[in-house]
């Protein structure tokens, strides 16, 4: 898996990005907090995000239009899995019992959080198949 990588100026403008889905520098720093940051030090992180390929834009007279063409899930799932890596070997079952120690989990909660993952899983097992069918449905 490709491992995405942002620093935290970089992700906080990302995820003003793929709330608005598409914007302008401006509509940037309006939605970031006070201080401010000035018009120059988010447009140099707009167009880092654009080297990284998180970002493209269309031109409109001078200015620029962005939009993201990384989805926000593909980063989320890059991000998790590196944390996980990182701190916890790899390992779900480590990230899942230090989450469970760490916020006093009662087993309802735990039952009904595994019952979720289990439903996922078994919707994500299933997408295929669909997918499949409809091939088959098409022909």
Known sequence: MEKLTLTQAEEQVMQIIW????????????RLPEPKPAY?????IVRILETKKFVW??????????YPIVPKDKYN???????????????FANL???FVKQNNIDLATFEEMMKLVEDDVKENEEEPKKAKKK????E
Do not use: P, W
Not at 19 to 30: G, Q, T
Not at 80 to 87: C, I, P
């Open 19 to 30: 709330k608005l889905e598409k914007c302008y520098v401006r509509e940037i720093i309006a």
């Open 57 to 66: 834009h269309e031109g409109e007279g001078k200015t620029h239009l962005y």
């Open 77 to 91: 799932n890059s991000f998790l899995n590196t944390f996980m890596q990182k701190y916890f070997g790899g390992s």
């Open 135 to 138: 091939k088959k449905d098409i």
């Open 40 to 44: 120059s030090t988010v447009s140099t």
């Open 96 to 98: 899942t019992s230090f």
